[in-house]
Structures are given as structure tokens and as C-alpha cells.
């Protein structure tokens, strides 16, 4: 059963750090495309970054630029999301998701998706 499970997520101050972590089971990440989304209270769920399948990222948000990076480890079938100086409206629902091979910055063109996990930046 194809699974993603994210974690990592918590409380931080305003310029802390977070890493979040997007584990996949029943398939293997190596021909994906995995992107991180979030969505805060009474907003859309909006595209954060995103990593293709040859190890290309691409950034959906101008909000995070300098702060978040994405990485991928094949070998472990995760996927990371290292959010540093984090700010209030940092504060969402963080899900990773996946679909065939190539980034897009459109939450319905995404294939699988996991369950959420919670950020909040306050201090």
C-alpha cells in the first residue's frame, strides 16, 4: 500500500528551525517528483518546493526563498524540508506529495499525498 508519512513538524520561535521529513512506503521515490504544499487556516493550500526526480528543485513560494531548501535521500525513500528563519506566517499545515517524474506548482495535478503535519511559529 503506497504510503507518504510526514513528521517533523512543531512549535518554533520566529527565527527557528524545523525539518520536516516525508517518508514513503509501499513504492520507491526514485522516479518521483515530491513537493512540499501547505495550507494555513482559511487559505488555499499553496506549493512551497518541490524536487524532481533527477534532484532538481523548484520554488513555488517567494515567501521562502533563502529560508527552505528541499532535499531527497533515495536510499532512505524520504524526503526533507529544512525551513530555517522561520516567521509567523510560516505557520501552516505542511503535506508532501508525489506524482510522476516532473514538478508542478498545482495542488490537483499530484497523485498521492500524506497527511499533514503541523507547523506553528510563535513566539
Known amino acids: 500500500q503506497l504510503q507518504l508519512v510526514e513528521s517533523g513538524g512543531g512549535s518554533a520561535q520566529p527565527g527557528g528551525s524545523l525539518r520536516l521529513s516525508c517518508a514513503a512506503s509501499?513504492?520507491?521515490?526514485?522516479?518521483?517528483?515530491i513537493g512540499w504544499f501547505r495550507q494555513a487556516p482559511g487559505k488555499e493550500r499553496e506549493g512551497v518546493l518541490c524536487i524532481s526526480s533527477r534532484g532538481t528543485s523548484t520554488n513555488y513560494a517567494d515567501s521562502v526563498k533563502g529560508r527552505f531548501t528541499i532535499s531527497r535521500d533515495n536510499a532512505k525513500n524520504t524526503v526533507y524540508l529544512q525551513m530555517n528563519s522561520l516567521k509567523p506566517e510560516d505557520t501552516a499545515v505542511y503535506y508532501c506529495?508525489?506524482?510522476?517524474?516532473?514538478?508542478?506548482?498545482?495542488?490537483?495535478?499530484?497523485?498521492?499525498w500524506g497527511q499533514g503535519t503541523q507547523v506553528t511559529v510563535s513566539s
Open positions: 506529495a508525489v506524482r510522476s517524474r516532473y514538478c508542478s506548482r498545482y495542488a490537483g495535478s499530484w497523485d498521492y
Open positions: 509501499g513504492f520507491t521515490l526514485d522516479y518521483y517528483a
